[in-house]
């Protein structure tokens, strides 16, 4: 979930970045009226704008525990879905081998 000070709608996002790139995350948020979608892609959303975000679900994969078990990965997916499995390949083709 995605919220904006002074703001009561919650939106969603995906992120799109590696556990390599924190403290920063990069979201894709999907453009569309809905007022947290809509200010995200405003003048408003500047950099250095303080949001919160609040992540959901397990879906991950670890170098450490999955990348000597899997020679190859193969990842599917469709829409907004995409974003985690670019994630996953970003850190799948980073990690040593």
Same mark, same amino acid.
């Given at each position: 979930d995605f919220f904006i000070d002074g703001m009561q709608a919650v939106g969603g996002y995906s992120i799109c970045s590696t556990p390599a790139e924190l403290p920063r995350l990069r979201l894709a948020v999907k453009r569309s009226r809905h007022p947290p979608a809509a200010w995200c892609h405003s003048e408003a959303a500047l950099p250095g704008v303080v949001v919160?975000?609040?992540? $959901?679900?397990?879906?991950?994969?670890?170098? @450490?525990?999955d990348g000597a078990l899997a020679p190859h990965l193969l990842l599917v997916a469709g829409?907004? $879905?995409?974003?985690?499995?670019?994630?996953? @390949?970003?850190a799948a083709l980073a990690a040593p081998a």
């Open positions: 919160q975000v609040r992540s $959901g679900g397990g879906f991950d994969w670890d170098p @450490a525990r829409g907004i $879905g995409i974003n985690p499995l670019y994630s996953i @390949a970003q």
